[in-house]
């Protein structure tokens, strides 16, 4: 099949495009406005961009508060989100107001950052502090809820030690989810090795 998304149609019950971009990592933001108070959702719109110096990226095109926080305050946390946690994730991504606390109707607890204002999730075993390096404005269809990709370089990086294995992070031990297309996700669970040097003999 082929289609021009915006401009012909697919034809089919669901639009396809995220199935066809994927597993994509979901990353737990955790940020806060000017006053102070907290707000977490989850995105699957998620993932690093650099290594040298160390960014990620989350695009915003569900919840405002996130963006907004993050623009207002230029800081934002990400946690890699643990299969062992679908359900709080959940849970943070309802649509509350501003003034109502996802960490609480999630029921999860609060940890303070080193650097930066927002906080931690407890039992999440990756967080990345941030600042905003750079927010780029998206297309939306809707004005009220404005889309945009979040930049942002990460200044502290808390790592469980639990999950070190042999000096290295090993995901088999927290079993990061992804989502797919749909409603559908995964997890990582197994993973093997290819070193790139073993082709070029």
Not at 103 to 125: N, Q, S
Request: net charge negative; glycine share 6%.
């Amino acid at each position: 099949m082929f289609y021009e998304p915006g401009k012909t149609a697919h034809n089919l019950p669901h639009d396809p495009f995220k199935a066809c971009v994927a597993p994509r990592p979901i990353g737990w933001v955790s940020t806060v406005d000017l006053d102070g108070r907290p707000n977490l959702a989850p995105y699957s719109f998620f993932n690093a961009v650099h290594g040298k110096p160390p960014m990620v990226m989350f695009s915003s095109g569900g919840s405002v508060d996130s963006l907004k926080n993050a623009r207002a305050t230029g800081e934002f946390v990400v946690g890699v989100a643990p299969k062992a946690m679908l359900k709080e994730i959940n849970f943070s991504s309802a649509p509350l107001p501003p003034d109502e606390d996802e960490f609480d109707y999630a029921g999860l607890e609060k940890l303070p950052a080193k650097c930066v204002k927002p906080h931690l999730i407890k039992g999440v075993p990756i967080h990345m502090e941030c600042k905003v390096f750079q927010i780029v404005d998206l297309p939306s269809d809707n004005p009220e809820r404005p889309c945009a990709m979040v930049i942002g370089t990460v200044i502290g990086l808390h790592i469980d030690d639990a999950i070190i294995r042999d000096g290295m992070v090993d995901i088999t031990l927290f079993e990061p989810l992804a989502r797919l297309g749909y409603q559908e996700y995964a997890s990582v669970s197994e993973t093997f090795t290819v070193r790139r040097e073993d082709f070029w003999k």
